[in-house]
């Protein structure tokens, strides 16, 4: 099975993303901007703009200018928990984005119903094959399912295994799979699987398109998989979505962080509203830190366990035609 072969397992997926390959860009937070994601979509993946904590006007000339920069189609990632998310989604339609991932948690039935309205493929992340369903039931166009070896907030299941339980029993969309995926091996067991495409994020994060410091990227290179570590909750009154990063200072300020605030709600300083969202917004700040700022000691180098087999500073072109070289090959030797 050659080329022609692994065309014929993803067709799904490249109908449906309208790319060459069905190899979507993970939305990572200060990293996928409109560099990244051109750059993915020029070189026939599907790149997807990370919206994060942008506001509407930042989205807007985010979106006109990756528009600029590729005549390909890429999708647009938004935060359910956003407050601003009906208006985001708003932009997205005056912008004439084909397709809008939304993670972070269920979309409302609006959202769901205004997405459809103005023609959007929507793409949804299921941890489980019942939410899965769900989903599909209210309207989304595809799945992501992501497992714990990703990078960043992650669920508690291994890519693996949620591959095993959703792919037989979610056929009637798309699905994608993400988290831990490095080679083109892998991705050709996940077709023949019954995936419809891959998403990739850590491998993106060392392109030479991608705006990160180089002191990240370098991280990224020298680290090995056990280096990335996920965070660990210590106090079941503020359920902390567990966040995959590299171990540094800034692993261990985030242990410190919880204890200090959870010590100050037992206290009766802050309310329990207020100190949960001290714990989340701790990795804003730390992520930026070291995207933007460099700062690898105390940020946050949220990297996915597929970080041991980044070697090198390349073109975004040669990682997925290696991606894809590599996906031939192992269907050829089967």
């Not at 989604?89 to 809008?100: A, F, K, P, R, T």
Request: glycine fraction near 10%.
């Amino acid at each position: 099975m050659s080329e022609a072969g692994l065309e014929a397992l993803w067709k799904r997926g490249t109908d449906f993303l309208g790319s060459k390959y069905a190899i979507l860009g993970g939305a990572m937070t200060w990293v996928s901007d409109r560099n990244l994601v051109a750059a993915i979509s020029n070189a026939g993946g599907f790149g997807v703009l990370a919206c994060g904590g942008m506001n509407t006007e930042q989205l807007k000339a985010e979106i006109e200018a990756t528009h600029k920069m590729t005549d390909k189609p890429f999708g647009v990632n938004l935060i359910t928990l956003h407050p601003d998310i009906d208006d985001l989604i708003d932009i997205l339609g005056e912008c004439d984005i084909s397709h809008v991932v939304l993670a972070g948690g269920i979309p409302k039935a609006p959202q769901i119903a205004k997405i459809k309205s103005f023609g959007a493929k929507l793409m949804c992340f299921a941890p489980t094959a019942t939410l899965a369903k769900k989903l599909v039931r209210s309207g989304a166009d595809a799945i992501i399912i992501e497992g714990m070896e990703a990078g960043g907030h992650i669920g508690p299941v291994s890519t693996s295994v949620l591959a095993q339980e959703i792919l037989p029993v979610v056929q009637n969309v798309p699905v994608f799979v993400a988290g831990g995926i490095g080679r083109g091996e892998a991705i050709a067991s996940y077709l023949k699987m019954g995936a419809a495409g891959v998403q990739l994020g850590t491998r993106f994060v060392v392109a030479e398109e991608c705006i990160a410091h180089p002191n990240f990227k370098k991280a990224f290179i020298s680290a090995k998989a056990r280096d990335a570590i996920a965070s660990v909750q210590i106090d079941p009154q503020f359920p902390v979505i567990p966040v995959r990063a590299l171990r540094n200072e800034g692993t261990e300020k985030f242990m410190e962080t919880q204890r200090a605030v959870v010590g100050s709600y037992h206290e009766g300083k802050v309310p329990l509203s207020e100190a949960q969202m001290q714990i989340e917004l701790f990795w804003g700040g730390a992520l930026r830190r070291a995207v933007v700022d460099g700062d690898v000691v105390t940020g946050s180098i949220m990297a996915g366990q597929s970080v041991g087999m980044v070697k090198k500073i390349e073109p975004t072109a040669d990682i997925i035609n290696e991606l894809v070289e590599q996906a031939c090959a192992s269907l050829s030797a089967a």
